[in-house]
């Protein structure tokens, strides 16, 4: 007996070499019938068990050049899109190419036109849907979902994406911006203010603005009321903010407040990802403990919203702001009269969706609505930072739309476009061009599918079924067949050591997406870039809005996705574009944001040094972000930094800056 298990344990492995071995074979052979580039792995990036050793072994692995600069090896890497950018199809020589593995084939592009013909052909290249079990958290939703079942969900979800809403964004962008800032200058010496938690206020601020502006949960600045009295007319540039209506009361039963909840679960995700419930819940491990609990409390929020909105339409009450939560409801066709009768678990016939479905819808709006944003505004601010020049072309341009006006006069309808149009624009387009919220967008062929043409470079390709398929957005967005390129500014310091080292597309330039003026015409702008509700169950890019607005460079269909694009371009595109534009405005009208040399210098060391000693320590300082920003960045849901990795910057007051370069 204990013979015959020793064998069977010894057998074991050499079974599944064999079956590796033959999987292998078959799945090159499959490759290379379709007559593109191919590399073949041992094993793909997501192998499970390489998942677990690859931290421990990298280090020991990168030392050894042979492994450290191999094809190969930078391809087992999971975060290979955001490490490579574009130079693993700079080394093939394409910019379409498959990886083969016993686990399956995937297709990677960063091809413009091909991925133009991807995301335009909806049911032939769907979402590989098990790749999103993570945002079905609290039930299906838009963005889990594919075929009919997908058409049906967005008929019901899209309608509050408007022009209506998108103001009360603006307006609640702006209130939470100023009160933002305020808290940075609360502590402030001089005119200038240290701030090492700009990636976590920027998460919080979008936060407040999408459960205000999504689900009538007004949320203060912490110590709002304190700050608007240490400050007075003379030293503060915003208007007291007020303090917001009176948020829901929620019940008692809650071991952590609303943000915490949420925050938590976030930052928890990788867990939840990984374990089943029941492992998290009973395992005595600090962290497991938390993201169960997380998930417990945000889904008791989430939860009472659900059941406030049902009781505000069985009573009657008339739906105040966007109110995403009483739309998905409304969706659904919830009525006072359906709620007259007990709700089964899942959709009545007179329930377009049922109640996990709306919760589910509920939670990923808040999920991406408020990553995104929060992403794109720290970033910038960080980038901004780093190129002063770009910094000040913002200001200039900020100065001529809004003049002399106070923040209590920016209107939607007037200025939106026309920051949409100018240097603001350019700034955020080129964030999202360089640090998109996905560094690759997965699609597949199914399994059950027929073979599915794409035409490369005037050649028909059949792509096979079971074919995973990877758009490489951070590589697209750098591909220089499809971006205007110059030389490097710096080209014995480049940005990235191997991708675009003989062009700027892995620099920040805004400038390069500026026409003749990065002013538009806000009376030639006012309609141009306006959302329609209209929308029919198959139209592409409907009450979403636009990418890049047309007063800026239009870069070729396909070469830039950060919204992906076509049928499944995301709903809050909009929205996302209101909230960053209308809080970069608010904080560049009035400051400046600087890189912190406090490591290598005190402000009154700086005072006394030559502008060549000084430039030398701001130059050491912006090399090391750039390289943090280079190797610490990660994702979850969406990219940001990651391993406790931050960049402070100094807010100062504009005209007190101290690096004019």
């Known amino acids: 007996m204990l013979s015959t298990l020793v064998l069977t344990l010894l057998a074991f492995p050499l079974v599944y070499v064999l079956y590796s071995c033959w999987c292998l074979r078959r799945n090159v052979a499959i490759a290379k019938a379709t007559g593109l580039t191919y590399v073949v792995l041992p094993w793909n990036s997501l192998n499970v068990p390489w998942l677990i050793i690859q931290p421990f072994l990298a280090p020991y692995l990168d030392r050894l050049p042979i492994i450290r600069d191999s094809l190969r090896y ?114 402030r010496t001089g005119s200038s203010a240290t701030v090492h938690t700009v990636a976590r206020d920027c998460m919080r601020l979008s936060l407040y603005v999408i459960s205000c502006a999504g689900f009538g949960v007004h949320l203060d600045w912490p110590g709002l009321e304190k700050q608007d009295k240490q400050t007075t007319a003379s030293d503060d540039p915003y208007p007291k903010v007020e303090k917001g209506p009176k948020e829901p009361e929620f019940s008692q039963d809650h071991t952590m407040n609303y943000t915490e909840a949420l925050s938590t679960l976030l930052h928890s995700m990788i867990w939840i990802l990984v374990l089943p419930m029941y492992l998290l819940k009973s395992l005595p491990v600090k962290g497991m403990q938390t993201a169960y609990n997380s998930y417990v409390e945000w889904g008791k929020y989430l939860q009472e919203l659900f059941d406030n909105k049902k009781n505000d339409i069985a009573t009657g009450k008339a739906q105040e702001g966007m109110d995403l939560m009483g739309f998905l409801l409304r969706g659904a066709d919830v009525t006072p009269e359906s709620l007259k009768q007990p709700s089964p678990d899942k959709a009545s016939p007179k329930q377009a969706l049922s109640d996990a479905e709306i919760m589910g819808n509920a939670f990923v709006f808040l999920l991406a609505g408020h990553e995104t944003a929060a992403n794109s505004i720290h970033f910038s601010c960080v980038y901004l930072a780093l190129h002063p020049a770009s910094q000040r072309r913002l200001q200039a341009s900020l100065d001529r739309i809004f003049g002399s006006r106070p923040i209590s006069e920016w209107d939607y309808e007037r200025d939106f476009n026309a920051i949409f149009g100018s240097m603001a624009g350019a700034v955020l387009a080129e964030e999202l061009r360089l640090i998109p919220p996905v560094a690759s967008i997965p699609k597949c062929i199914p399994r059950n599918s027929p073979p599915q043409s794409l035409l490369i470079n005037d050649k028909e390709f059949n792509i096979p079924p079971a074919t995973y398929i990877n758009l490489i957005s951070v590589a697209a967005h750098r591909n220089p067949r499809a971006w205007p390129a110059a030389l490097p500014s710096d080209p014995d310091h480049p940005v990235h050591p191997t991708s675009n080292t003989d062009n700027d597309l892995e620099e920040f330039k805004p400038e390069r997406w500026l026409r003749k003026d990065d002013q538009a015409n806000p009376e030639s702008t006012s309609n141009s870039e306006s959302i329609t509700t209209a929308h029919t169950e198959d139209a592409p890019n409907t009450a979403t809005g636009t990418n890049v607005s047309s007063n800026l460079h239009r870069p070729p269909r396909g070469a830039y996705i950060p919204f992906s694009e076509g049928y499944r371009a995301c709903l809050g595109r909009r929205f996302a574009q209101t909230e960053v534009l209308a809080v970069l405005a608010v904080i560049f009208k009035y400051y400046s944001v600087e890189l912190v040399v406090d490591k290598y210098a005190s402000d009154e060391e700086m005072e006394q040094m030559g502008d060549g000693e000084r430039r030398k320590v701001w130059e050491k300082v912006r090399g090391e972000v750039l390289e943090v920003m280079r190797t610490k960045m990660g994702m979850v849901f969406s990219m940001q930094l990651r391993d406790g990795a931050t960049v402070g910057l100094r807010v100062v007051r504009r005209g007190n800056e101290s690096f004019a370069y």
């Open 74 to 187: 930078a391809l087992l890497s999971i975060n290979w899109p955001w490490q490579q950018k574009y130079t693993v199809f700079q080394r093939l020589g394409c910019d379409n190419f498959m990886t083969v593995s016993p686990a399956g084939n995937y297709f990677h592009t960063a091809d413009a036109a091909v991925i133009d013909q991807i995301t335009n052909r909806r049911n032939a290249f769907p979402k590989p849907i098990e790749v999103y079990g993570s945002v079905n958290l609290y039930g299906k939703n838009v963005v889990g979902t594919e075929g009919q079942l997908w058409k049906h969900h967005r008929k019901t979800v899209s309608p509050p994406f408007n022009e209506k809403n998108n103001r009360l964004v603006w307006f609640e962008s702006i209130r939470q911006a100023q009160a933002m800032v305020k808290g940075w200058m609360r502590d």
